[in-house]
Protein backbone atom coordinates (compact mmCIF):
# COMPACT_ATOMS: atom_id res chain seq x y z
CA UNK A 1 0.00 0.00 0.00
CA UNK A 2 1.72 3.17 -0.97
CA UNK A 3 1.15 5.35 2.14
CA UNK A 4 2.74 2.67 4.35
CA UNK A 5 6.49 2.18 4.43
CA UNK A 6 7.89 -0.69 6.28
CA UNK A 7 11.31 -0.21 8.35
CA UNK A 8 13.19 -2.17 10.11
CA UNK A 9 15.16 -1.63 13.23
CA UNK A 10 17.31 -3.61 15.02
CA UNK A 11 17.34 -3.27 19.59
CA UNK A 12 20.00 -5.11 21.64
CA UNK A 13 17.21 -7.94 22.65
CA UNK A 14 14.02 -7.31 20.34
CA UNK A 15 13.49 -7.02 17.01
CA UNK A 16 10.59 -4.74 15.89
CA UNK A 17 8.85 -3.85 12.66
CA UNK A 18 8.09 -0.04 12.96
CA UNK A 19 5.75 1.18 9.88
CA UNK A 20 5.00 4.96 8.51
CA UNK A 21 1.53 5.76 8.15
CA UNK A 22 1.57 9.26 6.03
CA UNK A 23 -1.26 11.82 7.17
CA UNK A 24 -1.81 15.09 5.71
CA UNK A 25 -0.25 16.67 8.30
CA UNK A 26 2.91 14.61 9.17
CA UNK A 27 3.95 10.81 9.47
CA UNK A 28 2.23 8.50 11.81
CA UNK A 29 5.36 5.79 13.21
CA UNK A 30 3.40 2.81 14.63
CA UNK A 31 5.93 0.33 16.61
CA UNK A 32 4.43 -3.04 17.77
CA UNK A 33 6.28 -4.11 21.22
CA UNK A 34 4.90 -7.16 22.75
CA UNK A 35 1.41 -8.52 23.23
CA UNK A 36 -0.58 -5.89 23.38
CA UNK A 37 2.16 -3.01 23.59
CA UNK A 38 2.44 -0.38 20.85
CA UNK A 39 4.57 2.99 20.47
CA UNK A 40 3.03 5.72 18.41
CA UNK A 41 4.81 8.82 17.57
CA UNK A 42 3.70 11.72 15.82
CA UNK A 43 4.48 15.19 15.78
CA UNK A 44 7.08 14.80 18.39
CA UNK A 45 4.49 13.33 20.58
CA UNK A 46 5.42 10.04 21.91
CA UNK A 47 1.94 7.46 22.92
CA UNK A 48 2.81 4.29 24.90
CA UNK A 49 -0.10 2.27 24.21
CA UNK A 50 -0.52 -0.41 27.61
CA UNK A 51 3.15 -0.11 28.41
CA UNK A 52 4.00 -4.29 29.27
CA UNK A 53 7.34 -5.79 29.45
CA UNK A 54 9.66 -3.96 31.55
CA UNK A 55 11.76 -0.78 30.60
CA UNK A 56 14.00 -2.99 28.17
CA UNK A 57 11.36 -3.62 24.96
CA UNK A 58 11.24 0.37 25.23
CA UNK A 59 15.18 0.65 25.53
CA UNK A 60 15.30 2.76 21.57
CA UNK A 61 12.12 4.81 21.93
CA UNK A 62 11.76 8.35 23.57
CA UNK A 63 10.19 8.73 26.52
CA UNK A 64 6.63 8.87 26.39
CA UNK A 65 4.44 12.26 26.29
CA UNK A 66 0.94 10.46 26.78
CA UNK A 67 0.30 6.68 28.40
CA UNK A 68 -2.66 5.35 27.22
CA UNK A 69 -4.09 2.53 29.33
CA UNK A 70 -7.16 0.13 28.63
CA UNK A 71 -7.98 -1.90 31.62
CA UNK A 72 -6.95 -3.25 35.04
CA UNK A 73 -5.55 -6.82 33.95
CA UNK A 74 -1.49 -6.98 34.13
CA UNK A 75 -0.75 -6.75 30.49
CA UNK A 76 -2.29 -3.66 30.15
CA UNK A 77 -2.01 -1.60 33.21
CA UNK A 78 1.31 -3.15 34.21
CA UNK A 79 2.72 -0.77 37.52
CA UNK A 80 6.30 -2.58 37.74
CA UNK A 81 6.78 -1.34 33.70
CA UNK A 82 5.55 1.71 34.78
CA UNK A 83 7.92 2.45 37.54
CA UNK A 84 10.72 1.02 35.14
CA UNK A 85 9.98 3.89 32.80
CA UNK A 86 10.72 7.75 33.07
CA UNK A 87 6.86 8.67 33.06
CA UNK A 88 7.75 12.26 34.44
CA UNK A 89 6.32 14.31 31.48
CA UNK A 90 3.88 11.68 30.57
CA UNK A 91 -0.25 12.67 30.56
CA UNK A 92 -1.73 9.34 31.58
CA UNK A 93 -5.15 8.48 30.01
CA UNK A 94 -7.28 5.76 31.45
CA UNK A 95 -10.66 4.67 32.62
CA UNK A 96 -11.34 4.84 35.73
CA UNK A 97 -10.93 1.11 37.41
CA UNK A 98 -7.59 1.66 36.18
CA UNK A 99 -6.91 5.31 37.99
CA UNK A 100 -9.12 3.19 41.06
CA UNK A 101 -6.00 0.75 41.19
CA UNK A 102 -3.20 3.34 40.91
CA UNK A 103 -4.06 4.52 44.33
CA UNK A 104 0.05 5.63 46.11
CA UNK A 105 1.14 5.29 42.49
CA UNK A 106 -0.58 7.86 40.87
CA UNK A 107 0.98 10.26 38.18
CA UNK A 108 1.54 13.63 37.49
CA UNK A 109 -0.72 14.18 34.76
CA UNK A 110 -4.29 12.23 34.61
CA UNK A 111 -7.58 12.19 32.23
CA UNK A 112 -9.95 9.69 33.22
CA UNK A 113 -11.91 8.91 30.31
CA UNK A 114 -15.39 6.41 30.18
CA UNK A 115 -17.18 4.85 27.60
CA UNK A 116 -18.41 7.42 24.87
CA UNK A 117 -16.21 10.03 25.84
CA UNK A 118 -13.91 12.46 24.04
CA UNK A 119 -10.56 14.23 25.03
CA UNK A 120 -7.96 16.41 23.04
CA UNK A 121 -4.74 15.52 24.72
CA UNK A 122 -1.51 17.00 23.15
CA UNK A 123 -3.63 18.22 20.61
CA UNK A 124 -4.97 14.70 20.09
CA UNK A 125 -8.55 13.40 19.76
CA UNK A 126 -9.03 10.40 22.06
CA UNK A 127 -12.57 8.71 22.12
CA UNK A 128 -13.23 5.96 24.03
CA UNK A 129 -15.49 3.12 23.65
CA UNK A 130 -16.44 0.00 24.97
CA UNK A 131 -14.83 -3.21 25.34
CA UNK A 132 -16.19 -6.06 26.85
CA UNK A 133 -17.10 -9.53 26.32
CA UNK A 134 -20.48 -11.37 25.93
CA UNK A 135 -22.44 -12.47 27.09
CA UNK A 136 -22.48 -9.68 29.37
CA UNK A 137 -22.53 -10.83 32.95
CA UNK A 138 -20.83 -9.62 36.37
CA UNK A 139 -18.67 -12.88 35.97
CA UNK A 140 -17.04 -11.44 32.84
CA UNK A 141 -13.89 -11.39 32.48
CA UNK A 142 -14.11 -8.03 30.95
CA UNK A 143 -17.32 -6.02 31.94
CA UNK A 144 -18.81 -3.75 29.91
CA UNK A 145 -17.88 0.11 30.97
CA UNK A 146 -14.69 -0.94 32.97
CA UNK A 147 -12.16 -0.46 30.13
CA UNK A 148 -11.66 1.40 27.07
CA UNK A 149 -10.74 0.79 23.45
CA UNK A 150 -9.76 4.08 21.72
CA UNK A 151 -10.29 5.78 18.69
CA UNK A 152 -7.27 8.25 17.90
CA UNK A 153 -7.06 10.88 15.51
CA UNK A 154 -3.85 11.87 13.89
CA UNK A 155 -4.57 14.33 11.26
CA UNK A 156 -7.09 12.48 8.79
CA UNK A 157 -6.10 9.33 9.91
CA UNK A 158 -8.10 7.07 12.49
CA UNK A 159 -6.68 4.64 14.79
CA UNK A 160 -8.59 1.70 16.37
CA UNK A 161 -6.99 0.12 19.16
CA UNK A 162 -9.37 -3.02 20.39
CA UNK A 163 -8.08 -3.48 24.03
CA UNK A 164 -9.80 -6.72 25.10
CA UNK A 165 -13.58 -7.28 23.49
CA UNK A 166 -14.82 -9.87 22.39
CA UNK A 167 -16.65 -9.06 18.76
CA UNK A 168 -19.36 -6.57 20.24
CA UNK A 169 -21.24 -4.50 17.71
CA UNK A 170 -19.65 -0.97 18.87
CA UNK A 171 -16.78 -2.32 17.14
CA UNK A 172 -18.67 -3.98 14.25
CA UNK A 173 -20.01 -0.45 13.76
CA UNK A 174 -17.39 1.55 13.60
CA UNK A 175 -16.61 3.67 10.63
CA UNK A 176 -13.69 5.16 8.23
CA UNK A 177 -11.00 3.84 10.28
CA UNK A 178 -7.18 3.93 8.47
CA UNK A 179 -5.67 1.46 10.95
CA UNK A 180 -7.10 -1.08 13.43
CA UNK A 181 -5.41 -3.37 15.81
CA UNK A 182 -7.56 -5.94 16.94
CA UNK A 183 -7.10 -8.72 19.67
CA UNK A 184 -7.69 -12.50 19.39
CA UNK A 185 -7.12 -15.01 22.23
CA UNK A 186 -9.25 -17.61 24.17
CA UNK A 187 -11.01 -17.44 26.18
CA UNK A 188 -9.98 -13.61 27.02
CA UNK A 189 -11.56 -11.91 23.53
CA UNK A 190 -11.95 -13.15 20.60
CA UNK A 191 -11.39 -16.38 18.05
CA UNK A 192 -9.38 -15.85 14.83
CA UNK A 193 -12.96 -16.58 12.80
CA UNK A 194 -14.68 -13.57 15.03
CA UNK A 195 -11.99 -11.04 14.45
CA UNK A 196 -11.96 -12.09 10.78
CA UNK A 197 -15.60 -11.23 10.53
CA UNK A 198 -15.77 -8.35 12.54
CA UNK A 199 -12.76 -6.81 10.78
CA UNK A 200 -14.54 -7.62 7.32
CA UNK A 201 -17.83 -5.75 8.26
CA UNK A 202 -15.69 -2.15 9.87
CA UNK A 203 -13.37 -2.40 7.03
CA UNK A 204 -10.37 -0.87 8.12
CA UNK A 205 -8.16 -0.34 5.74
CA UNK A 206 -5.23 -1.83 7.55
CA UNK A 207 -5.17 -4.33 10.20
CA UNK A 208 -3.00 -5.50 12.34
CA UNK A 209 -3.92 -8.84 14.59
CA UNK A 210 -2.26 -8.50 18.35
CA UNK A 211 -2.87 -9.35 21.85
CA UNK A 212 -2.59 -13.21 20.41
CA UNK A 213 -1.05 -15.07 22.24
CA UNK A 214 -2.68 -18.08 23.85
CA UNK A 215 -3.57 -21.81 22.37
CA UNK A 216 -2.44 -22.40 19.24
CA UNK A 217 -5.27 -22.98 17.59
CA UNK A 218 -7.23 -19.37 18.82
CA UNK A 219 -4.20 -17.60 17.35
CA UNK A 220 -3.13 -18.35 14.08
CA UNK A 221 -2.59 -14.93 12.30
CA UNK A 222 -2.19 -16.07 9.02
CA UNK A 223 -5.52 -17.63 9.35
CA UNK A 224 -7.00 -14.56 10.38
CA UNK A 225 -4.72 -12.79 7.04
CA UNK A 226 -6.51 -15.47 4.99
CA UNK A 227 -10.00 -15.09 6.48
CA UNK A 228 -10.01 -11.42 5.90
CA UNK A 229 -8.20 -11.68 2.58
CA UNK A 230 -10.78 -13.73 1.37
CA UNK A 231 -13.91 -11.70 2.71
CA UNK A 232 -12.00 -8.39 1.77
CA UNK A 233 -9.19 -8.77 -0.86
CA UNK A 234 -8.18 -5.00 -0.73
CA UNK A 235 -7.77 -4.85 2.95
CA UNK A 236 -4.04 -4.88 4.13
CA UNK A 237 -3.70 -7.32 6.74
CA UNK A 238 -0.13 -6.56 8.62
CA UNK A 239 1.30 -9.40 10.77
CA UNK A 240 4.24 -8.65 13.19
CA UNK A 241 6.24 -10.62 15.88
CA UNK A 242 4.69 -9.34 18.82
CA UNK A 243 6.27 -11.82 20.95
CA UNK A 244 10.18 -11.58 20.03
CA UNK A 245 12.42 -14.13 21.99
Not at 88 to 111: C, G, I, L, R, Y
Not at 119 to 133: E, F, G, H, T
Not at 179 to 184: E, K, L, N, S, Y
Not at 202 to 226: A, C, L, N, W
Request: glycine share 4%.
Amino acid sequence: MKNLTPLLIFLSTFTFAQDVIQTKDGDLTITPILHGTLVLEYQEVTIYVDPYGGAEVFEDMDTPDIVLITDIHGDHYNQKTLDALDVSKATFVMPQAVADKMAENWPPSVVVIGNGESKKVKNIQIDALPMYNLPEDDDSRHIKGRGNGYVLTFANKRIYISGDTEDIPEMRALKNIDVAFVCMNMPYTMTVEQAADAVAEFQPKIVYPYHYRGRPEMSDTEQFKKLVNEASPKLEVRLRNWYPE
